[in-house]
């Protein structure tokens, strides 16, 4: 978005993206425990490239970087979706209302609750248009280049982490390259809370707060399981850090494991953890 005199308002909300009372002012400070929405746009063309946008050298953060979206804050009384199509259009010029949901992210390191949307388009690739003072090139990355531009060290890391596993679940069909995950920021949908019984086997008490994040598809078909270690009592949602992949040798899917910001744990550590229902496969833990 251009900066401008007028004032810019945002709805303020919970960490659960639930409304709040009140209303927040751009580049003033944002009371603890309240937050905004960003939206954040990935275009991928129907030729399987993805549209990459360079942020303009003149930005505060990240001045002259790269990042595969459009997107900005949302204004006071829109709604998530409703941000996303104005900013989509504003920063390229494209018309896309049937946008996919792929994420929902409460930041740590800022108060924005990050919801991230994908667009398919079928347009000609050489009519994007800039937004001044947002952007002041594009190019579109292939498929198979995407995981190598989004860890290049031109790329926004903090924005990397938040694309990567759902751009991984989309171009790495084997779920080979493991590396590239570890540090990623997902939500976790739990439905296997800390002290619940397994569906199918009554003999597994989950010891972890165990769940899925939404939008991943594992190779199984279904959505990506992940273990949530470092908390101690039953959740329902949580969001942090991938630590560690659990490769199945002797299954077709892995299970990822979310730790909260800034906190370690060894191979040993987490093999303890996951004993109570890795033990029944042939697993390596990758970090």
């Known amino acids: 978005m251009n900066c401008s005199e007028t004032v810019e308002l945002w709805d303020a909300y919970d960490c659960n993206a639930n409304k709040l009372d009140g209303k927040l002012i751009r580049g003033e400070k944002i009371p603890d425990g309240m937050y905004h ?4 746009i990935i275009v991928r063309h129907k030729d399987g490239s993805f549209l990459a946008m360079q942020r303009d050298f ?11 979206s459009a997107g900005g804050a949302v204004k006071k009384g829109e709604t998530a979706l409703e941000g996303a199509v104005r900013e989509l259009f504003e920063e390229t010029g494209l018309v896309c209302k049937s946008l996919e949901k792929i994420y929902r992210i409460c930041g740590k390191k800022y108060p924005c609750i990050y919801f991230g949307y994908i667009c398919t388009v079928d347009c000609d690739k050489n009519r994007i248009k800039l937004q001044e003072g947002e952007t002041v090139a594009y190019r579109w990355v292939k498929s198979e280049d995407i995981i190598r531009f989004l860890t290049d060290k031109n790329y926004v890391t903090i924005h990397a982490e938040r694309v990567l596993p759902y751009i991984h ?5 084997s779920g080979s390259n493991f590396d590239c995950l570890i540090g990623c920021t997902v939500n976790v949908k739990v439905d296997r809370p800390l002290g619940s019984v397994h569906p199918k086997h009554s003999d597994i008490v989950y010891k972890l707060n165990y769940g899925y994040i939404e939008g ?17 009592t039953p959740l329902e ?13 002797n299954d077709i ?6 730790a909260p910001e800034n906190k ?16 029944y496969f042939d697993t390596e833990i990758i970090t």
């Open 58 to 68: 003149s930005k505060k953060h990240y001045g002259g970087f790269w990042e595969i």
């Open 264 to 279: 370690d744990f060894s191979k040993a550590e987490i093999e303890r953890l996951i004993h109570f229902q890795e033990q």
């Open 253 to 258: 899917e892995n299970k990822w494991v979310v």
């Open 169 to 173: 679940s989309l171009v790495d069909k």
């Open 37 to 40: 929405l960003v939206a954040e």
């Open 237 to 249: 949602e949580f969001t942090g850090k991938i630590i560690a992949i659990i490769h199945r040798k």
């Open 216 to 232: 991943i598809i594992a190779p199984d078909g279904e959505e990506q399981d992940a273990y949530i270690v470092g908390v101690d």
